[in-house]
């Protein structure tokens, strides 16, 4: 046994199903892939599983595009509910209560949104620890 194999405990350690505070590079480009859908003008394949949004940075200002899992739609009022997945501390969550998002595409729509957030009572420890929604009026 190694000194590295020593430091670290078999499995104690390990996140439940591998999540980590913080997607990584893997992660990043699987989730991105609906983003390159809407910037291609194929939303309405993406349907209304994603959200995609332009955002501005809340130190630089600079626009930032952004795409989320929808879950839960509502076609009579037109707000989107959307989830955080690493909680409220990820960067597009932040900018997002600095600054309102600029534009938010929705399928084969795209329009200015109202916000709000709402948290959960107790901080999550899982994956959908934190969400918002937006509407369309």
Not at 86 to 99: I, K, M, S
Request: net charge positive; aromatic share 8%.
């Amino acid at each position: 046994m190694t000194t590295a194999d020593r430091s670290r405990p078999a499995g104690g350690d390990r996140p439940l199903l591998g999540l980590r505070r913080r997607p990584g590079r893997l992660a990043r480009a699987v989730f991105r892939l609906p983003l390159k859908a809407y910037q291609h003008d194929a939303g309405p394949a993406v349907g209304r599983t994603f959200l995609a949004f332009t955002h501005l940075g809340r130190r630089t200002g600079r626009p930032h595009q952004t795409v989320a899992m929808v879950l839960r739609h509502d076609e009579a009022t037109g707000e989107a509910v959307i989830c955080a997945a690493w909680g409220p501390q990820t960067d597009w969550y932040r900018n997002l209560q600095a600054h309102p998002a600029t534009t938010v595409q929705l399928g084969g729509a795209t329009f200015t949104p109202r916000q709000r957030f709402f948290l959960t009572t107790r901080p999550s420890t899982s994956p959908a620890g934190s969400a918002g929604s937006t509407r369309t009026g």
